[in-house]
């Protein structure tokens, strides 16, 4: 019998999916190997039988670790209904279940876990906490009226995340920034990255990385083509960061695209670069950009169908709707990074060099570098975790800076850090969270943060002392402008000295 196999699944390019439906010649049996995608969001046509193996593997979020796992399970009775429904859903078909009826009717749980007792709940709380109805209700006593409310652990920490990030305050009341925040239909560590961007006048990589952290990676990794697509996308490699490899790639297609469909298709071909993936988000972008302008954070009025009739052949068109003005700093690379560690701060992970190995050479002793898989990673709370294979990080044996900022930490057979972006000191303490300390420690002028857990020597007490200065200054003039989106901070002379001796620092540093 001769058969041709189709894998499906969700971190598969649109195109790859998109063969699944391609009927097989006259003698050749289809097969596809599908993960739960299939059980609604699929019809095809073609498909008499369907084998249900009863498992699947259901994303489970940890709330005390903030760390989403994929956990092997059982499947649902309404799952394994759903699974049987996929067969002959034009003729008639065949469902074989790998479990018996004992087993579907005493052991399966009736339905799935509700999403609620699953997923992190920060945007939830701060979408509550904007309504009048609840502006004034604990989050505690509106979350305990639900049906199934979610478990108390998953509430304390997404409050905990939200204080982390400025977002909400110790009673509970929503900040200016969480108001935005919640005025915004994306993840809270998005949000943040998209107002940042606006207002350190680099707005069109902010929402490239904002849209593509919000969509999926336009990387794709075939089977048989692993090594060499991952060398490609090393390729694109800028300051030891998964999403600045990111941004090169976008705007490379977008330079392509210059020349045409073709060209476009060509570098996408040769990159291993999803092309819907990059149409999506460039979509998801020129929607970006409309909501900053309805909350009164760029241009007003700006609409997405409008932008799309701005782009001219090879852009998206944000470029050239936003203004030079917003984008000023688009093409600095240091302080891209600092607006990523701004977003996704507490999210630091401490790289962590193993005691020197030393070899002799004719000029005496030297100290070697470490292999990369001899670096270690902390997290504050939950310990040592992994760069995922997947990172541009992966193979790096040295990096200037000890930290790496991630957007996301999953649990599959180890802990890993999928995305991530080596950032420098002074963008942790002027944009990260909690009280920044100046100390002495033997001799050296200590700044620290995080009860300790970031602490770095300053060049001198002076310089130290002018870092805390200029992050309290910080802090109070986002807090001004996110109170008041349209004060222009280009025409506000303490605004613009502020945010350009900011710009210095991390630039020069």
Known sequence: ?????????????????????????????????????????????????????????????????????????WVSRANALQRKGRAGRVASGVCFHLFTSHCFHHQLAEQQLPEIQRVPLEQLCLRIKILDLFAEQ???????????PPAEGSLDAARQRL????????????????????????????????????????????????????????????????????????????????????????????????????????????????????????????????????IGFIKEGLRARVIERLSSKGTDGVLEATGPEANLNSENIRLMSAMLCAALYPNVVQVRAPQGNYKMTSKGAMKMQPKANELRFLTKNDGYVHVHPSSVNYTVRHYGSPYLVYHEKVKTSR???????????????????????????????????????????????????????????????????IRNPSMDLCSCPRGSRIIRMIVHLITTQ
Request: with cysteine.
């Open 1 to 73: 019998m001769k058969c041709v196999v189709y894998p499906l699944h969700s971190t598969l390019s649109n195109e790859e999916q998109q063969a699944v439906f391609s009927r097989p010649p006259e003698g050749v049996t289809k097969i596809i190997i599908s993960t739960n995608i299939a059980e609604t969001s699929v019809t095809i046509d073609d498909v008499v039988y369907v084998i249900d193996s009863g498992k699947m593997k259901e994303k489970r979020y940890d709330a005390s670790k903030s760390m989403e796992s994929l956990e092997d399970s």
């Open 415 to 481: 802990v890993f850090i999928r995305d991530c972006s080596m950032v420098s000191v002074y963008p942790l303490v002027l944009f990260g969270g909690g009280q920044v300390n100046v100390e002495l420690h033997k001799g050296e002028f200590v700044i620290s943060l995080d009860d300790g857990w970031i602490r770095f020597a300053a060049a001198s007490h002076q310089v130290a002392e002018l870092v805390k200065e200029l992050r309290w200054e910080l802090d109070q003039l986002l807090e001004d402008k």
């Open 138 to 148: 604990l989050l505690e006593s509106v979350f305990s009226r639900l049906i199934e």
């Open 163 to 294: 204080q982390d990030l400025g977002a909400l305050t110790a009673d509970e009341k929503l900040t200016p920034l969480g108001y935005h925040l919640a005025c915004l239909p994306v993840d809270v560590r998005i949000g943040k990255l998209m107002l940042f961007g606006a207002i350190f006048r680099c707005l069109d990589p902010a929402l490239t990385i904002a849209a593509s952290l919000a969509f999926k990676s336009p990387f794709v990794s075939p089977w048989d083509k692993r090594e060499e697509a991952s060398e490609k996308k090393l390729a694109f490699t800028v300051a030891n960061s998964d999403h600045l490899a990111l941004l090169q790639a976008y705007k490379g297609w977008c330079c392509a695209a210059k020349n045409g469909n073709q060209a476009s298709f060509l570098y996408c071909r040769e990159n291993f670069l999803s092309w819907r993936s990059l149409q999506e988000i460039a979509s998801l972008k020129r929607q970006f950009a409309e909501l900053l302008s309805d």
